[in-house]
C-alpha cells in the first residue's frame, strides 16, 4: 500500500517509479467514482424525506452542502438513519470494487 499526498513532508520512504504505469497497484476510487457523494446523500432523501428532495438538491449546488444537509437531518430526526445507510452504503460500494479488481476480502 503506497499513499500519496501533495505534502512534501509526508513521506519517509520513496514512492516506486512504477507507481502510476504498473498493474501491481490500484488506485483507490474516490467516493465519487465509487457514487458516494451528492447522489448518494439525494438517495437517501427520496427515500426517507421526498417532500424534501427539492430542498437537498438545492444544497449540493452551493459550498456547505454537507452541513445543511446534516443540518436538515438533524432537524427532522433521521441523522443516525443518514449515519447507517450511509455507512452500508460505503461498505457495499467497497466491497464490489474489490470483487471487479480481484480483491479478496478477509474477515477479521
Do not use: M
Given at each position: 500500500?503506497?499513499?500519496?499526498?501533495?505534502?512534501?513532508?509526508?513521506f519517509d520512504?520513496e514512492?516506486?517509479?512504477?507507481?502510476?504505469?504498473?498493474?501491481?497497484?490500484?488506485?483507490?476510487p474516490?467516493?465519487?467514482?465509487?457514487?458516494?457523494?451528492?447522489?448518494?446523500?439525494?438517495?437517501?432523501?427520496?427515500?426517507?424525506?421526498p417532500?424534501?428532495?427539492?430542498?437537498?438538491?438545492?444544497?449540493?449546488?452551493?459550498?456547505?452542502a454537507?452541513?445543511?444537509f446534516?443540518?436538515?437531518?438533524?432537524?427532522?430526526?433521521?441523522?443516525?438513519?443518514?449515519?447507517s445507510?450511509e455507512?452500508?452504503?460505503?461498505?457495499?460500494?467497497?466491497?464490489?470494487?474489490?470483487?471487479?479488481?480481484?480483491?479478496?476480502?478477509?474477515?477479521?
Open positions: 500500500i503506497w499513499w500519496t499526498s501533495d505534502s512534501s513532508d509526508a520512504e514512492i516506486p517509479d512504477d507507481l502510476e504505469t504498473s498493474d501491481r497497484y490500484l488506485a483507490i474516490h467516493r465519487n467514482e465509487l457514487d458516494l457523494g451528492s447522489r448518494l446523500a439525494l438517495r437517501f432523501v427520496a427515500q426517507t424525506l417532500a424534501c428532495y427539492d430542498q437537498v438538491e438545492g444544497f449540493f449546488r452551493r459550498r456547505g454537507y452541513a445543511r446534516k443540518e436538515l437531518l438533524e432537524r427532522e430526526g433521521v441523522l443516525e438513519r443518514w449515519y445507510f455507512t452500508d452504503a460505503v461498505e457495499s460500494a467497497l466491497r464490489q470494487w474489490s470483487a471487479e479488481n480481484g480483491l479478496e476480502l478477509v474477515e477479521t
